[in-house]
């Protein structure tokens, strides 16, 4: 069998190209809050300016010192919040040891309708009555169904598994392919016997971390695979799936990198116009 690719890359490219006109008419501004110097923060920060660039949408860094004190942190969110001239903000994860037993209050500390993370508990909230209030869903959820629609992916009546239950990945998309009338099982570190499930998989989603974790005994013929694992190994970049094995039985599969990251900046950018619309 000969697998489809999933190219975020050519997805992402669509969906921004379908955004131009209306950045060029809004003129939203998105603003990138990090703090300290990952490494990893730092790549896909970079990317998400790039795209911003290519569509002619302004952007700003805001590059904090790893030092930066909660009262600090939150003093510029509450100056960003007031800003009638910034669309949309995040705060980039993760952060220092000093602030990270302090995200949730960070992430509550969002004017929700600049929320373009999707992260906060008011967006979150909304996306589960029905897909007509997803307005500011999570990045990379939302990159993933983007995607799956870009390539023509049925998910009604299809049985979708999820490897991981984050509040980034796992939750979110588990709820956007069950308001797109999926079937939907969601696996975890203590769900016993994980391959007898996932081979029951139509689509599978592996967003747990683990390198090439999830393995060609483990799906079925014909399934459709979202890797949105990103694992740097000695060997280079890899997802949780084991690409190669796992595209000889898959009918569509994504690469790592070039998959999901590509879409989850899209879908950054998408929710900073829909956040500019909606203020206006």
């Given at each position: 069998?000969?697998?489809?690719?999933?190219?975020?890359?050519?997805?992402?490219?669509?969906?921004?190209?379908?955004?131009?006109?209306?950045?060029?008419?809004?003129?939203?501004?998105?603003?990138?809050?990090?703090?300290?110097?990952?490494?990893?923060?730092?790549?896909?920060?970079?990317?998400?300016?790039?795209?911003?660039?290519?569509?002619?949408?302004?952007?700003?860094?805001?590059?904090?010192?790893?030092?930066?004190?909660?009262?600090?942190?939150?003093?510029?969110?509450?100056?960003?919040?007031?800003?009638?001239?910034?669309?949309?903000?995040?705060?980039?994860?993760?952060?220092?040891?000093?602030?990270?037993?302090?995200?949730?209050e960070i992430i509550k500390a969002i004017?929700?309708?600049?929320?373009?993370?999707?992260?906060?508990?008011?967006?979150?909230?909304?996306?589960?009555?029905?897909?007509?209030?997803?307005?500011?869903?999570?990045?990379?959820?939302?990159?993933?169904?983007?995607?799956?629609?870009?390539?023509?992916?049925?998910?009604?009546?299809?049985?979708?598994?999820?490897?991981?239950?984050?509040?980034?990945?796992?939750?979110?998309?588990?709820?956007?392919?069950?308001?797109?009338?999926?079937?939907?099982?969601?696996?975890?570190?203590?769900?016993?016997?994980?391959?007898?499930?996932?081979?029951?998989?139509?689509?599978?989603?592996?967003?747990?971390?683990?390198?090439?974790?999830?393995?060609?005994?483990?799906?079925?013929?014909?399934?459709?695979?979202?890797?949105?694992?990103?694992?740097?190994?000695?060997?280079?970049?890899?997802?949780?799936?084991d690409f190669e094995a796992v595209k000889?039985?898959?009918?569509?599969?994504?690469?790592?990198?070039?998959?999901v990251g590509p879409m989850t900046v899209?879908?950054?950018?998408?929710?900073?116009?829909?956040?500019?619309?909606?203020?206006?």
């Open positions: 069998m000969s697998a489809i690719l999933l190219s975020g890359k050519e997805a992402s490219a669509a969906v921004l190209d379908g955004l131009k006109s209306d950045i060029e008419s809004l003129d939203p501004k998105l603003v990138v809050v990090q703090v300290g110097e990952d490494p990893a923060s730092s790549s896909y920060i970079k990317q998400k300016f790039k795209s911003c660039s290519a569509v002619g949408m302004r952007s700003e860094h805001k590059h904090l010192p790893d030092t930066t004190t909660l009262t600090e942190l939150m003093d510029i969110i509450e100056d960003l919040n007031a800003d009638a001239d910034v669309a949309g903000f995040i705060v980039q994860l993760p952060l220092p040891a000093q602030l990270e037993d302090h995200v949730p004017d929700p309708g600049k929320d373009v993370d999707g992260f906060g508990a008011y967006n979150l909230g909304k996306m589960l009555l029905s897909k007509d209030f997803e307005h500011l869903p999570p990045a990379t959820p939302s990159g993933i169904i983007l995607l799956l629609e870009h390539f023509n992916i049925d998910i009604s009546g299809k049985h979708a598994v999820v490897v991981g239950r984050s509040n980034i990945v796992g939750k979110p998309i588990s709820v956007m392919l069950l308001n797109r009338s999926a079937t939907v099982t969601v696996c975890h570190s203590k769900t016993a016997d994980l391959g007898a499930i996932t081979r029951q998989a139509d689509i599978l989603i592996a967003a747990v971390g683990k390198p090439k974790m999830i393995t060609a005994d483990m799906v079925k013929d014909g399934v459709v695979v979202v890797d949105v694992g990103m694992n740097r190994t000695e060997d280079g970049l890899c997802g949780d799936v000889e039985k898959a009918s569509a599969i994504t690469p790592v990198p070039g998959g899209a879908s950054l950018i998408r929710n900073c116009v829909r956040a500019k619309k909606r203020q206006n």
